[in-house]
């Protein structure tokens, strides 16, 4: 029995970055790979014989990650007392606080297990001897490969099925700002299956792009172990830095750029993989075709050839048309079939520029492309792998990739426009150009990695692409207008009074017609639905198709809006009224400064978030509306939060003060900021606060600005993530700048 080492190796836990960085490389993974062989020797009974312990998964590999888990199977040929044996090795594992895969089997039990299983036949391909009978280890590892290679044709539907669910589960490595290095498509896991189609000898699988790939996401792996101090495998944002720096990167940016470089080499080579097995399968099925793969015209100068797209003879000659490789590419996403490999390299050496302006032809098929649906997305990415992305488009080469570090994002910014476009196609009937609807989605960020708002510096560059590719100057300018005006919408549904002639007013003078308010409509949508689920609320639709409506009124009858008259039942009676219905909350009391306030911390201790609230003093009633939505999805207890708004009303302080109490606790983040904007309404200035949330922020902000003696008619509360941006319309025209130094001192404290 060996005697040595008696403990696992051990991970530094902190140290220099020089010390970290020793356990980096592949050099590094293969000596934790012998530090572990040699300490399970150790626990192993070196007298027993047909017993033997193999090790499979990142040990078998011997690229073992500083925090892994041990994957191992304790194989025997029938050996009495198998159970205290495996107790007596897992156990030690176990105390030694290493995460454990733990199998027990006989030679027929694991190639059974394997022949019906294929995660299981998949995982024994990386099976090594590691202590015990060698001979029946290798019994073991030359039956397993002997049968994978035999079933795998079989298996490899069932493996492709399992998959799409784990990419349905945890999305693409390549395009996530926040993604799982092993589980995400074009991650680790995929690599393994793309050794398994190498061994099955159903296509050459690890070229040396793809094993550079691996060895780079397996060094960002172990940084992000070392960074971290356990076993990780999401890159999440707050660590990219320390990962970027240990694998000596610029910073995260460039980290993230690596990544999904390496995942889109991962995630391609894996889809040819899945073709090379589908037309394997195929070609079984109906035995050995005598003569040419059939082919089936599917555009002009396009054909299907054994499920992939490929060009037609006629399509080949000495000067191609310059519009082939975007007609290729429309047919590829509208029929939803894959453009053949050989296809794309042609397309990417020989297809010549396009002419400027783009021909019609051409134009016609990006459109095409963008409005093609589910096979946007494969098609576009499969384009970029070979080039042809930028030869139409120029500037695609600095959004690649491109990082965006709001937490609302999910998506990098390349695949963030080509998910807008996609998103849009789900609004192109509801405006009278689909064509410009689907343009001006995929353009409407391109301004951002620039310096400056990227709605002002992304404008003219969509407009130069938009003359580029052939609209005509109509079109142009109504794409600058998208672009410039892609976020009016949202801002002022949820920033500014809805029932104000001047906000109204002010939308529709931007706007200019209807049609291009349609347009922006859906645009807001689409670029909502690309950007994450936090971008978006039923809420939040309600709004903006309320502005929508409002403004499409304006600009036809030229009708402006009201402003809402209070409850009638809040304006008699007794005092204090509270009347709770639905998301809205209405309280009346004897006029009286700091009701606001008063109320929102109310809400705020039932967890209630406020959207929107409006204020008004009538015949000596002070009456406060808001509009409510439940902090955590369950509604608060209607009973109970009556019963405190009428102690607040009738001037009860303990809740404001418990409420105080806990926001000072709570208080952190970057610092705030105040505009003002004057002139957006019709009687009053709007005092816009951005900061980060915390709990009671509107309680303490009202009461700020009522200690300063500023009358709040209106608030609108926008929270975008862990940030908010508070709309307060402050009565009066606030000319003074003395005046507005003290309210926003005042404010800027209270946060």
Partial sequence: MVSEPSAPPKVPSGGSLDTLRDHLGAAARVDRAAALDAWLQTLFPAHLTGVSLVAVGGLGRRDCAPYSDLDLVLLHNGTAGID???????????DARLGL????????EALSVAHDDVKVSL??????????????????????????????????PQLKEITASRWAAHGELAFLLEGDLKEAAGGLRDLTILRGIGRAGVADTMRPAVRAANLRLLDTRDALHLAVGRRVDRLVAQERAAVAELLGLDDGDALLRRVAGDARTIAHALDDAWRAADRLRSGRRRGTPAGAPARRPVARDVVEQDGELVLARTAIGPVPDPTLSLRVAAAAATVRLPIARATCEWLAAFCPPLPMPWPPAARAALVSLLGSGQGLLPTWEACDRYGLIDAW?????????LPQHHPIHRFTLDRHLVQAAYEATAFTREVDRPDLLLIGAFLHDVGKGLPGDHSIVGAPIAADIATRIGLPPADVATIEKLVRLHL???DVATRRDLSDPVTITTVAEAVGDPATLDLLHALTRADSHATGPAA????????????????????????????????PELLEGELPAVHLDGDRVAVAAADRRGLLGSVAACLAMHRLDVIAADASTVDG?????????????SPADPVALAADLRRVAAGDVSVTQRLRARAMSARGGAAPRVVWHRGAATDAAVLELRAADSAGLLFRVASALDDAGAEVRAARISTLGGDVVDAFYLVGAWAEAADRDRVEAAVIAAV
């Avoid at 205290?84 to 176990?94: K, N, Q, T, V």
């Avoid at 488009?393 to 990739?401: C, G, K, V, Y």
């Avoid at 809420?539 to 209070?566: F, N, Q």
């Fill in 84 to 94: 205290r044996i495996a107790s007596a090795l897992w156990y030690p594992i176990w």
């Fill in 101 to 108: 895969d733990h199998s027990v089997r006989t030679l027929p």
């Fill in 123 to 156: 995982g024994l391909l990386d099976a090594r001897h590691v202590a015990g009978d060698a001979a029946l280890s290798a019994e073991l590892i030359a039956a397993t490969s002997d049968q994978w290679r035999r079933t795998a044709v079989r298996l490899l």
């Fill in 393 to 401: 488009l120029p500037e695609w080469a600095r959004l690649r990739s």
């Fill in 488 to 490: 009016l919408l949202p």
């Fill in 536 to 567: 978006w609320s039923d809420w939040k639709g309600r709004l903006i198709a309320e502005l929508v409506r409002r403004v499409h009124t304006a600009l036809d009858t030229g009708a402006l809006p009201t402003p809402p008259e209070p409850d």
């Fill in 621 to 633: 009633r002070a009456i406060v509306e808001f509009t409510t939505q439940p902090r955590y999805g």
